[in-house]
């Protein structure tokens, strides 16, 4: 790897982790970020007001049961225990999310045991002749219309824009429903949050001496295009702007965060989701319960309101209508005959991933190109069911 010229378009988890693994094998790397910072969209930094550590581009919980990137973000930040749990307020009720059996029983008025639980909830169900087409189908084969109806079909809309009847039975993966009093919000093996946030993590993760960053710049793929006669580029910005959206523009929604300083302990809990359509927000969080070994006076409560996002908003969530796969598709068969050019992260794939999910994708990447020469052409979209 010595001697090899690496170009990282995107300072965020994806860049950060090829650069390391490859400055570690003694290739020289530059990376340019867009923004003031690094570490992407799970940057955080003190509120000024209440000193409270913000996830500034939304809340970023680590949880994995992938033991080799457990390991490998330990070697840049110390963990502290952290277990995440999430409510939502539907009908002037709260519930646990997501949806157990205390949920199901406090839905009923009764109490059920796990089999009884299960009957009930099969009871409900409403079957679709030839198979669902929409989410909406697909959710009442899961769980009927009175539990769609008051936990997912208002929330889901808002999120994405649109009525449920015209989202991809895809969007609703598997059954939201645990049988059991499981309250935390993720079963992974390994869970916890960085002692000094995800930007110091990042930082420590670029500190070698064949890395160099540079922030506020702007890369266009005009320039990384002439960075590739110098060496590999790896692109973490949109796949479609890498050819100027000559075929159209792959759609994103992205969120609008309103602030507000409020006392300690303001809403009871890390994060309160709204289902609810009559309520414009899709979720608050509790900033300083993100951080619970620290003791603040005060806390952040920022609310999350989605919409489509244009041109020059941030990107969060691909859409993935019928109409962006196609185009998709289009803009991933021309990419996959470059060579020279590695399109990486969520907005070079267009797809959402957790954390674990990025790291794991960038160390394959990372791992890949080592065995492999730069300049070679090699991409392996990941898995999109992952």
Not at 103 to 125: D, G, H
Not at 290 to 311: D, F, G, N, Y
Request: with cysteine.
């Amino acid at each position: 790897m010595k001697n090899k010229k690496i170009y990282i378009v995107g300072a965020g988890l994806s860049g950060a982790t090829i650069a390391r693994l490859l400055a570690e094998q003694g290739a020289e790397v530059s990376i340019f970020e867009q923004r003031d910072h690094v570490a992407g969209n799970c940057h955080d930094a003190r509120c000024p007001h209440t000193r409270v550590r913000e996830h500034r581009y939304g809340p970023h919980i680590f949880h994995t049961n992938d033991e080799d990137v457990w390991q490998f973000v330990q070697r840049f930040a110390r963990f502290m225990p952290y277990q995440h749990r999430v409510f939502t307020t539907s009908q002037g009720q709260v519930w646990n999310l997501p949806v157990n059996l205390h949920t199901l029983n406090q839905f009923r008025a009764t109490a059920m045991t796990p089999n009884e639980a299960r009957k009930w909830l099969a009871s409900m169900t409403i079957s679709t002749p030839g198979g669902a087409e929409n989410l909406q189908q697909h959710a009442h084969e899961l769980m009927g219309a009175p539990l769609y109806e008051t936990f997912f079909r208002d929330y889901t809309e808002k999120q994405w824009g649109c009525p449920a009847t015209q989202l991809p039975a895809s969007v609703l993966k598997r059954l939201p429903f645990r049988f059991d009093y499981t309250d935390g919000y993720f079963d992974s093996r390994f869970q916890g949050m960085p002692e000094d946030g995800y930007t110091a993590m990042v930082q420590s993760m670029l500190q070698h001496p064949n890395i160099l960053v540079q922030t506020d710049v702007t890369v266009t793929a005009e320039m990384a295009r002439e960075l590739m006669k110098k060496g590999h580029v790896f692109w973490s910005g949109p796949l479609d702007a890498w050819f100027n959206h000559d075929a159209g523009r792959l759609r994103w929604r992205t969120l609008d965060f309103v602030r507000e300083a409020a006392k300690a302990d303001a809403q009871g809990c890390a994060v309160m989701n709204y289902a609810d359509k009559s309520v414009p927000w899709t979720r608050i969080t509790d900033h300083a319960r993100l951080s619970p070994w620290e003791q603040h006076q005060q806390t952040l409560l920022v609310r999350e309101i989605p919409r489509e996002a244009k041109e020059n908003d941030i990107p969060y969530y691909p859409l993935r209508m019928a109409d962006d796969e196609r185009l998709l598709t289009h803009y991933r068969e021309r990419a996959s005959a470059l060579n020279g050019v590695t399109f990486i992260g969520r907005l070079g794939t267009y797809r959402y991933m957790d954390m674990d999910v990025t790291l794991r994708q960038a160390m394959s990447i990372a791992k890949h190109f080592m065995i492999t020469s730069a300049g070679e052409r090699f991409l392996a979209w990941p898995d999109d069911n992952a």
